[in-house]
């Protein structure tokens, strides 16, 4: 964990300070790609813990990547994952669509926002 951030919660992986201007300013946040693209890696998943029917979850709150050397929205089949095992279910999902999620680089550009 990195810590508190300036927002006042606990943060894994925070936003780069240049990423809004470099990167997600450039997305087309209109047409999202799915994550079955062929080609595509994630550059950027961003959860958010919530509550969710008294359990606490994982709210997704969006996800980047890049297809073809562009940036890009990334569709994901899920808007929520379970806090405990979250990861385990990204797997589940991905099986399910015919990807391989570690192939994507989900695992190591997820941020977190506890």
């Known amino acids: 964990m990195s810590g508190i951030n300036k927002y ?62 562009k940036p890009v929205r990334v569709a994901l089949p899920f808007n929520m994952l379970p806090y405990r095992g979250w990861g385990k279910e990204i797997i589940r999902e991905a099986k399910l669509a015919g990807v391989y999620a570690k192939g994507l680089g989900i695992f190591d550009n997820t941020s977190i926002l506890y």
């Open 8 to 69: 006042g919660c606990r943060e894994l992986n925070g936003i780069p300070d240049n990423y809004l201007t470099d990167v997600s300013s450039q997305i087309d946040h209109k047409n999202p790609v799915r994550w079955t693209e062929r080609g595509l890696q994630i550059t950027r998943l961003r959860l958010i813990r919530d509550r969710w029917g008294g359990r606490t979850v994982f709210a997704v709150s969006y996800c980047h990547g890049t297809l073809n050397g």
